[in-house]
């Protein structure tokens, strides 16, 4: 069945991904911007890299019939020295009239320190004054509930940015309540076998509906899994959902949401 996977780090994954997710059903992708597995020594890294999502990744998912979109930031993990961030994000601007540059992301908070926030709140003044969308990680584990209510309300500080494009991902049951209560879209990331799995996400499916809500792999260096929304597919098809709302989890939704973006043009 056709699908989007709305955040995956492919700079990470091999072409072989890319073929088996094009016969697995994908059109889309998205790329936001994140920690490369090591940190970067300079600005200049972060230049290439925003070289690489915006000129290579599109050229070499075009080979399998998949469209490529990127998101730009310095990601939390990286932040800690807000000199350093405010450094990558001035070359940012130049980038974001590129086709396939969506908004602004993976934003938000790794550790909840008090530089991570303040970039944080940069990035969606950058957001803001350039009309982007944003894209938003939350901390995992223990960190995730607080982390999730210091960037809503962070979010609901800036009142130039609209929740409605805004996609905070990483929900889990106890953070996606709050966010779609105040008018966020959430995403559920779906990992091989710790954190959100494939039957956890489509319990939250159950339990909270199919509005402003979409699923992704998030795959990346690590343990991830580039099919994970394929086999949560699966695993709603078995559990009796019909392809109505199957398709409007995996393709849909993230269509509707990444489509306030007039660069995002896919078929179907
Ligand atoms: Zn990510």
């Keep these: 069945m056709t699908y989007i996977d709305p955040h995956i780090h492919m700079v990470s994954r091999t072409t072989d991904d890319y073929q088996r997710m094009a016969q697995a059903g994908c059109v889309a992708i998205t790329e936001p911007a994140f920690w490369a597995g090591f940190d970067r020594s300079s600005a200049q890294g972060f230049y ?5 999502l915006t000129q290579y990744e599109p050229s070499r998912a075009a080979q399998y019939g998949i469209k490529h979109f990127t998101w730009l930031c310095i990601n939390p993990k990286e932040a800690e020295d807000p000199g350093f961030a405010r450094e ?6 130049e980038f974001l009239d590129k086709p396939t540059v969506l908004g602004i992301g993976e934003i938000g908070l790794n550790k909840n320190s008090k530089n991570e926030l303040i970039i ?3 990035h969606l003044a950058l957001a803001a004054e350039h009309n982007q969308l944003v894209l938003i990680h939350t901390p995992h584990l223990e960190d995730k509930l607080k982390g999730t209510k210091l960037i809503i309300d962070a979010v609901k500080n800036n009142q130039e940015i609209d929740p409605g494009r805004v996609l905070i991902d ?10 779609l209560d105040e008018g966020f879209w959430a995403g559920m990331t779906l990992y091989p076998d710790s954190k959100c799995t494939p039957q956890r996400a489509a319990d939250i499916v159950e339990m909270w509906g199919t509005e402003r809500i979409w699923m992704n792999s ?26 109505q709302t199957i398709s409007k989890i995996s393709f849909d939704n993230p269509k509707t949401f990444l489509g306030q973006c007039p660069k995002f043009v896919i078929d179907g």
Excluded: C
């Design 48 to 52: 290439d890299y925003f070289r690489q």
């Design 88 to 93: 990558v994000m001035s070359i940012i601007p």
């Design 170 to 179: 990483h929900v889990e049951e106890h953070t996606v309540g709050a966010v």
């Design 218 to 243: 998030a795959g990346d260096w690590g343990p991830s899994d580039p099919l994970a929304v394929p086999k949560a597919q699966v695993e709603m098809r078995r559990r009796g959902h019909n392809q």
């Design 120 to 122: 944080f709140e940069e």
